[in-house]
């Protein structure tokens, strides 16, 4: 009996922290806190709990679209096996669209909590790639330009933007005003590994005579700065240890840093904001520049009288309009910055609702994500769910968080979407974080009425 | 208190696993197809671009060259050459043989003394003419002299023979023979090339000028013995002949010859490739182009000249060039070695040649008669040399100033793409022709296999419409057609057994039911803008 009160009282807390989002971030994750020191990455003015902490290696995995997996892999009707169907795409594709995917990797996290505050020493390899297209861009995919003749088809909105380096830094945070008020800051020390970006303001458009079907193609800044790659695709040009050599140093270093500050302006209200990855890498190693100069031209075919060769005459006569050329010439990319603002309502000292906003700087564009969430914290130990609406495919996302420490250990894990295991054709985001931490010294900083038997729940 | 925490940690895994659990039926026993990519793209191919004399292009393939005429006006010739007519045909030298008999007037009969006679004699010969030539010299090229001497005279007789006509080309000295007839050995025998003489036959025996003359001085003296019986009538006599001579080069006048240049075929293979339909021509000519390096004007007689259709009808030339003859000019004598260039033209104003043109012949039949120094020609002093040659060519004229009517040209055409159609599902062909022409096309598709059977046919469809016809003679300006040719699946399924395209197309200049002729001028352009939209699939596993 005991027991089934105890499901119970689980599930209706699960259905109460339904948090409301439509969301690009790592929600859930961001509401563990406090609880977990990797946290710091969302909101350097996480304090932890423990006195030192020592952050075994993990990862962590986000995979997001417009489109649901469903989509991506569909099924015609009485086939079993699937097939990529640009045709089912561009039937989920809104207006505009974005692919994500991001991999962290924390290797190693150390934490050490005062009496203001804490340090912490970490060190992380991030992978990530951003892709942003228009409707326009899947609708050729799909269609070809059959559809739009006598029609522009706007490729200006697909971008791509990935990126992977690793990172070393350390952080600070302190409370000021009697603990009203808590500022963090980490500092990093990034070394760029892989790169690939559209530049600032590359746009092209394509339109479809009406009369002979020629093509006008205007580029503006249509330039595609990579490092890294080559080293990759043309591993045989270069020394076995060339690779590794070019992982462990290399010029395309930066330093960059993540602010946060909590303020608790009232009993029952604390408000924060966090900026990560403020930032940029000056990409000088390794790198190589694919552009095409500003043009605008029309092609026609080719004349036709006296050929032999129809297919090389018709390449060489598109290429030849177009001015391309590969340069190395090193190039400035700003880290795909994150913004994140929280306003929490303590009802009780252990239960709020929070309202999160998100952004990601990534294509410089203000287009935030918001979650209302209710979370339901203990000493140490915090669950809840995720709840998240996403807009263009009406989806609803059930997400989770847990984490406990049981005795120096601390396991965790967090996902936005927990009902990925059940269908997960029909879902469009895929993350998880998970991992295993050792906390010391949690008892020094809890007073005993935060303590909290889980029996008695 | 850390097994309850491990407990409760689980139990929220548990309770999540429970409420949400785990449906991966999308997944099972499923591969991912290979991927099929279907678009409907809309590409431009390109652009046939045509110009007047591109057009007509495939004419150069049966000897047409296309050019432009003063005004810029198109022009079709076609030049051949029909038999040259070398100097043996205009002259042969015949043998030639002189002879003369002397009588010394010494009436001796055994004396018993010696005594010596001398005598001195000229003599002139007549060249003989067979059409009325007197030449003045004749540079030879090969033959012989043969000269025989003979001494009736009962002693011996020293004699010198000069020929002062034939004149050695090196030492340019006459032809001199002398010895020693005796009564034991009375003939002389002796022979000489003429190649090294020229003949001189241009001064009498007292330096006249004259022709044909052959003037010969002997000279002998007889020196008599005591025994020598002579009477008054025995004498010397000798002969010259030339024989076989070939000459070099003569001067003089060599008559009046004629020569048959007889049935000189000409094929006009250009308007083979022109079936049905009509093209008539406003304005051919049709000349007679003579370079003639002899030393003589020539009349012309077009005997015959006549076309015979691709049915087989003849169309004979008629009209005052059929009748007048024409002359040709030679170089005069100050020129020896040139050419002249003469060029009898028949036209609309001296014949019915729009007609044979314009009836497409197969074939030209030409029967023409030369003869030399005509009547008709002023005099001219002649000559004739070895080398010399009368080139006789035709050069066909046709401006492009035509009435063409539905006029059909077939064409088969290969087709190597047959193999690349295989990702098209659906195709729509479009043509977009911009025509500054006064020529309009209308063009049927027969897609045959390789048994020569037609799979699929597109039917016969304006292609590019006659641009109209302003007052000056030039078209006003571009006209713009836009053909759609559409195939099904099933009809691109049809064209991957084609290897070949009859391509049919019936053309016809702007008004010509009202038999107009319009001008196509040389900066005139067809240009065929090809598009496509094609349904495609592309398949990974291909």
């Known amino acids: 009996m005991k027991a089934m009160k105890k499901l119970l009282l689980t599930t209706a807390l699960l259905v109460f922290t339904i948090q409301f989002s439509y969301s690009q971030a790592y929600f859930s994750y961001f509401q563990l806190r406090e609880l977990v020191p990797q946290t710091q990455s969302l909101q350097p003015a996480f304090i932890p709990k423990g006195t030192f902490t020592f952050g075994l290696p993990t990862a962590g995995f986000l995979a997001q679209s417009d489109f649901k997996l469903r989509d991506l892999i569909s099924k015609q009707s009485g086939d079993v096996n699937f097939e990529v169907n640009f045709d089912v795409m561009l039937a989920a594709s809104a207006e505009i669209n974005t692919i994500s995917t991001d991999v962290t990797a924390n290797l190693f996290h150390v934490g050490y909590k005062t009496k203001n505050g804490g340090y912490s020493l970490f060190a992380n390899a991030r992978a990530s790639i951003d892709l942003r297209y228009g409707k326009d861009l899947m609708e050729f995919l799909a269609n070809g330009n059959s559809n739009r003749i006598g029609a522009e088809i706007n490729l200006s909105d697909t971008r791509i933007f990935a990126n992977t380096y690793h990172e070393i830094g350390i952080g600070h945070a302190h409370k000021f005003l009697e603990d009203r008020l808590t500022v963090g800051a980490r500092v990093k020390v990034i070394t760029g590994l892989f790169h690939a970006s559209t530049a600032e303001g590359a746009s092209g458009t394509l339109y479809t005579n009406e009369i002979d079907n020629s093509w006008r193609i205007s580029l503006q800044n249509a330039t595609v700065n990579t490092a890294g790659l080559d080293l990759l695709m043309n591993s045989d040009d270069y020394e076995s240890n060339a690779a590794s050599s070019y992982a462990m140093s290399n010029q395309n270093k930066t330093v960059a840093f993540d602010l946060g500050a909590k303020f608790k302006v009232l009993d029952w209200l604390t408000v924060e904001a966090a900026m990560n990855d403020i930032g940029t890498i000056n990409w000088k190693e390794q790198v190589r520049n694919y552009n095409t100069a500003d043009t605008t031209v029309t092609i026609s075919g080719i004349q036709l009288r006296g050929l032999e060769n129809s297919s090389d005459s018709f390449k060489d006569s598109i290429q030849n309009k177009f001015r391309s050329n590969e340069t190395q010439k090193e190039f400035s990319t700003s880290l795909p910055m994150k913004t994140y603002l929280a306003a929490s309502l303590f009802l009780t000292p252990r239960d709020k609702f929070t309202v999160i906003a998100f952004n990601n700087h990534v294509f410089k564009e203000i287009d935030p994500s918001f979650a209302l969430a209710y979370n339901h914290t203990v000493n140490k130990f915090t669950f809840g769910v995720l709840g998240s609406y996403r807009g263009p495919q009406n989806e609803v996302n059930l997400g989770l968080n847990l984490a406990t420490d049981i005795g120096p250990m601390q396991l965790y894990l967090a996902t936005d979407n927990m009902l990925i295991s059940n269908k997960p054709e029909q879902y469009s985001k895929m993350d998880f974080r998970f991992g295993l931490n050792l906390m010391f010294g949690y008892k020094k900083w809890s007073s005993k009425s935060d303590a909290v038997d889980l029996d008695s729940l | ?542």
């Open chain 2, 1 to 542: 208190m850390s097994i309850k925490r491990i407990r409760s940690f689980l139990l929220a895994v548990c309770a999540t696993a429970v409420l949400v659990g785990c449906n991966f039926e999308y997944f099972a026993d499923a591969e991912l197809n290979d991927f099929v990519w279907t678009p409907s793209l809309a590409i431009p191919i390109g652009e046939l671009s045509y110009t007047v004399e591109d057009l007509f292009s495939e004419l150069s393939g049966a000897g047409v060259d296309i050019g432009q005429n003063s005004e810029d006006v198109v022009m079709l010739t076609y030049e051949a050459q029909l038999q040259s007519q070398t100097a043996t045909g205009f002259l042969t030298l015949a043998d030639q043989t002189f002879a003369q008999e002397v009588d010394a007037g010494l009436n001796i009969n055994a004396t018993g003394f010696g005594a010596q006679f001398n005598f001195n004699e000229v003599y002139e010969f007549d060249l003989a003419a067979t059409q009325n030539e007197a030449f003045d010299s004749v540079r030879f090229s090969g033959g012989s002299i043969d000269i025989v001497l003979n001494s009736e005279i009962d002693a011996e007789v020293d004699f010198t023979l000069t020929l002062s006509s034939l004149v050695n080309s090196d030492t340019h000295l006459p032809l001199v023979v002398s010895g020693t007839l005796t009564p034991g050995n009375a003939n002389v025998n002796l022979s000489d090339a003429l190649s090294k003489y020229v003949g001189d036959f241009s001064k009498d025996k007292n330096g006249n000028e004259v022709r044909n003359k052959i003037v010969v001085k002997l000279d002998y003296q007889v020196r008599v013995s005591g025994s020598s019986v002579i009477r008054a009538t025995d004498g010397v006599s000798f002969s010259m002949s030339l024989v076989s001579p070939k000459f070099d080069l003569v001067y003089g006048f060599i008559g009046s010859r004629n020569l048959d240049i007889n049935f000189e075929l000409l094929n006009l293979d250009f308007f083979d490739s022109f079936k049905e339909g009509s093209i008539s021509f406003a304005e051919p000519s049709f000349n007679f182009v003579f370079d003639n390096s002899f030393g003589f004007p020539l009349g012309i007689n077009f005997n015959q000249i006549a076309a015979i259709t691709q049915k087989g009808q003849i169309i004979p030339l008629t009209g005052s060039a059929a009748t007048t003859p024409g002359i040709v000019n030679g170089p005069l004598v100050g020129a020896v070695g040139t050419s002249v260039n003469t060029v009898l033209k028949l036209n609309s104003t001296n014949s019915n040649i729009p007609e044979l043109i314009s009836s497409m012949p197969k074939k030209v039949i030409i029967e023409v008669n030369t003869e030399t120094n005509p009547a008709s020609a002023p005099a001219q002093y002649n000559f004739i040399g070895a080398s010399n040659e009368l080139s006789i060519g035709v050069l066909l004229e046709m401006p492009m100033i035509v009435n063409i009517n539905g006029l059909i040209s077939r064409q088969n055409v290969a087709f190597d793409i047959a193999g690349d159609l295989e990702q098209a599902k659906k195709l729509t062909l479009r043509l977009i022709a911009e025509n500054e022409l006064p020529l309009g096309g209308e063009i049927e598709l027969v897609f045959k296999d390789v048994n020569d059977d037609a799979v699929f046919t597109v039917s016969q469809r304006a292609l590019f419409e006659g641009a109209p016809v302003g007052g000056d003679g030039r078209t006003t300006g571009p006209t713009t057609n836009i053909v759609d040719i559409n195939f099904l699946d099933a009809d691109i399924r049809l064209l991957e057994n084609a290897t070949s395209i009859d391509v049919v197309t019936r053309l016809t200049t702007t008004d010509a039911s009202s038999n107009l002729a319009v001008k196509f001028f040389s900066d005139y352009s067809l240009k065929i803008k090809l598009a496509a939209q094609a349904d495609i699939e592309l398949n990974t596993k291909n």
